[in-house]
């Protein structure tokens, strides 16, 4: 009964996480992301492209904004404010070129605020 409670306790955890923006100030190195993959089980789209992410859409995009979603090849970008949503859409192609790139599966991104 306990360790279904925690099982519970920690997807909630994991589902909030995952909603949550993550602070532009931690930006993960190299070996954190080593250190990840190496813990995770199975990779998941999405989690492909958060890897990927910070490397492909740059410092200045990625602190402003984050890929929140793949569903069937559609990335849903979360961003701040209507600039960074335009900048997202102008150089949209080179993105979906670089997360394919790296090997994840996007063929769209939409943009969600």
């Known amino acids: 009964?306990?360790?279904?409670?925690?099982?519970?306790?920690?997807?909630?955890?994991?589902?909030?996480?995952?909603?949550?923006?993550?602070?532009?100030?931690?930006?993960?190195?190299?070996?954190?992301a080593a250190i990840r993959?190496?813990?995770?089980?199975?990779?998941t789209a999405i989690d492909r492209v958060r890897d990927a992410w910070a490397q492909v859409a740059g410092e200045q995009l990625s602190r402003s904004a984050w890929p929140e979603r793949v569903k069937a090849g559609m990335l849903t970008v979360a961003v701040d404010d209507a600039t960074t949503a335009f900048q997202i859409r102008k150089v949209a192609d080179e993105l979906i070129k670089g997360l394919q790139?790296?090997?994840?599966?996007?063929?769209?991104?939409r943009v969600s605020r």
């Open 37 to 43: 993959k190496a813990g995770r089980r199975s990779s």
């Open 1 to 32: 009964m306990r360790d279904a409670a925690v099982q519970r306790l920690a997807a909630m955890i994991e589902q909030r996480r995952q909603r949550v923006r993550p602070s532009p100030d931690l930006t993960p190195s190299v070996e954190l």
């Open 101 to 109: 790139h790296h090997g994840c599966a996007v063929r769209k991104i």
